[in-house]
C-alpha cells in the first residue's frame, strides 16, 4: 500500500529483456540503506518487486502483463519516474490509499499555466468513469492528486509548482499518456453496494420486503 506522496525522481539507466517481460535499473536520488530484496516499491504507480541492490540502484521485474496494462512498456534508458516506497505501520498517510495496481491508462489532452499553477486536461479510460468524483482523489502515475473537475471522461488537474518540480507530472505534455489508478474507497463502496443494484423491482423483490402487492 502506498499514499501517492512520491519520494523522488529515479532515472532508468539499463532494460535487460528477460524470456517474459523485462528487468529495469533504476537510480535512486535518496538514501535506500534500509530497503531489501522483497520490498515494493512503486515505479510510476505500478508496483513492483525490489530484485537487486548495489548502492543508490534497485532493479526490479517487470511481467508482460503489466508492461501491457501500463505505461511501462514505453520505458527507455534515461527516463525519469516517479518512486515511492511502501506505506509502513505508523507512517503519516499524506495522500490517500493507493495500491499500486493500475487500473488503466489515461491520455494528457492539454496543458494550460495559469500563474504558478499548471492545469491538466487528461482523458480518462471510460471504464473508470463511475469513480470520477469531483474533489476526490486519483493517482496519475503514481501521484496522489485531486480532481479539479469531471467531464465525462475527461478530469482537470491543478499542479501546484512544488508537485510539478518534484514529479514527473512537470513535464507532461499533451498526448503523453500516464498510468491512473481510482480510488480504492470507491471500488470498495460499489462492490459493497452491488448485491443492492441490480436494476430492477419484481413480484418477489416486494414479497420479500413485506409489501402486500394482492391489496
Given amino acids: 500500500m502506498f499514499t501517492g506522496i ?9 532494460i535487460e529483456p528477460l524470456a517474459n517481460g523485462k528487468r529495469f535499473f533504476i537510480l535512486v536520488p535518496f538514501d535506500i540503506s534500509d530497503t531489501k530484496l522483497g520490498d515494493s516499491i512503486a515505479v510510476n504507480g505500478a508496483c513492483l518487486t525490489v530484485t537487486s541492490l548495489k548502492g543508490n540502484v534497485f532493479s526490479v521485474d517487470v511481467s508482460p502483463e503489466t508492461l501491457r496494462r501500463t505505461t511501462l512498456g514505453n520505458f527507455s534508458t534515461g527516463e525519469k519516474v516517479n518512486l515511492e516506497r511502501a506505506l509502513r505501520l505508523g507512517d503519516r498517510l499524506g495522500g490517500h490509499l493507493v495500491t499500486g495496481h493500475v487500473d488503466g491508462i489515461g491520455r494528457v ?7 504558478e499553477f499548471i492545469f491538466y486536461k487528461v482523458e480518462v479510460p471510460k471504464k473508470l468513469n463511475r469513480y470520477l468524483v469531483e474533489k476526490g482523489s486519483i493517482a496519475v502515475d503514481g501521484i496522489s492528486l485531486t480532481v479539479n473537475q469531471v467531464k465525462e471522461n475527461t478530469i482537470e488537474l491543478a499542479i501546484i509548482p512544488h508537485t510539478a518540480k518534484l514529479t514527473t507530472i512537470g513535464f507532461r505534455k499533451p498526448g503523453d499518456e500516464v498510468n491512473i489508478e481510482v480510488d480504492i474507497i470507491g471500488k470498495y463502496v460499489e462492490r459493497l453496494l452491488k448485491p443492492y443494484n441490480q436494476g430492477s423491482i419484481s413480484e418477489e423483490f416486494l414479497k420479500l420486503h413485506g409489501f402486500d402487492i394482492n391489496g
Fill in 109 to 115: 489532452l492539454d496543458r494550460r499555466h495559469q500563474g
Fill in 6 to 14: 512520491v519520494e523522488g525522481l529515479g532515472e532508468i539507466v539499463k
